[in-house]
């Protein structure tokens, strides 16, 4: 079976966990001479308009997607040191696992490459993963990197 990968979506948060599974996802695009997204999802502010109020539900959203603009650089400035094409694409979505598979989807991605964050306990119970949702539910194949 022969495996054409064109396209990688690298899924980041900007933690340091993602770091290792951007270096996985350029050097795979560099190997297969594809092209990688690199795609952050900013989550819905709803439970912070609750709690603060619409003011600063604003203030938060700016704020992470301030910070999905510094994850996707970090995909960039890795990608032209391996001479490797980066797309950044910042999204709104219900949910993080909801908006890398939907975009996956939408846009023909060949491969999805994502980190993982090693929430353990309780955490993990309340949140979830993000990254065994995608794996679990995701129409596309899917590289988890610890």
């Known amino acids: 079976m022969t495996v054409n990968v064109r396209s ?24 297969n001479d594809a092209k990688i997204t690199a795609l952050y999802v900013v989550p819905p502010a709803g439970v912070a308009v609750a709690m603060r ?53 939408e846009n023909d991605i060949d491969l999805i490459v994502m980190g993982t964050l090693g929430l353990t306990g309780l955490t993990h119970i309340l949140l979830g993963s993000v990254a065994e949702n995608v794996v679990r539910h995701a129409k596309k194949p899917v590289l988890v990197i610890p």
């Open 8 to 31: 990688i979506l690298i899924a980041t948060d900007g933690s340091e966990n993602v770091k290792n599974a951007v270096n996985w996802g350029i050097g795979l695009a560099k190997a």
């Open 53 to 105: 109020g619409e003011m600063w539900a604003k203030a938060l959203e700016s704020h992470l997607k301030e910070e999905g603009e510094k994850a996707t650089a970090y995909v960039v400035e890795m990608g032209k040191k391996e001479g490797v094409e980066v797309e950044c694409v910042i999204i709104d979505s219900k949910a993080p696992a909801d908006g890398i598979m939907d975009f996956a989807t």
